[in-house]
């Protein structure tokens, strides 16, 4: 079991692991979201584009909480071989213990909307709507 599959199940987080070839589909995907120039979100793809240093947490979790919602599951993608689909809810409950500053960038996915979330290292938020 590798760390990032060892700390989920250690929160009691339900995660379902893509494989392989899944997760670099879900790679390739998310990266049409992902600015090549800065970290966060690109315009030419993603809509209505927030962010959030995140300097408290608790007000990070009412941010994130407000724009997400609780419903459905989300698509977080770390890379392109770890990649795996959680409860809404658990997100929530969890994303300050599943990413790492100054370790994880990562882009999330909402399955019931146009959603968008990425995570930046450097500890700040980018939130905004896909455009299809």
């Known amino acids: 079991m590798n760390d990032r599959r060892q700390q989920f199940y250690e929160l009691s987080i339900e ?3 893509l494989d392989i070839e899944h997760a670099a589909h879900a790679y390739r995907y998310a990266l049409g979201f992902s600015s090549n120039a800065r970290y966060g979100l690109k315009t030419d793809t993603v809509s209505d584009i927030e962010s959030l240093i995140i300097e408290s947490y608790s007000v990070a979790n009412s941010w994130i909480k407000d724009r997400l919602g609780g419903a459905g ?9 770890d990649v795996c689909v959680i409860s809404t809810q658990d997100f929530l409950n969890n994303w300050q ?15 019931l909307n146009e959603s968008i979330l990425f995570y930046c290292h450097e500890d700040e938020l980018e939130f905004g709507q ?3």
């Open 130 to 132: 896909r455009r299809t």
């Open 97 to 111: 213990n599943i990413f790492a500053p100054s370790r994880d960038d990562a882009i999330v996915l909402h399955n």
């Open 73 to 81: 599951t989300v698509q977080i993608v770390y890379g392109h071989d």
């Open 15 to 17: 995660a379902r692991w």
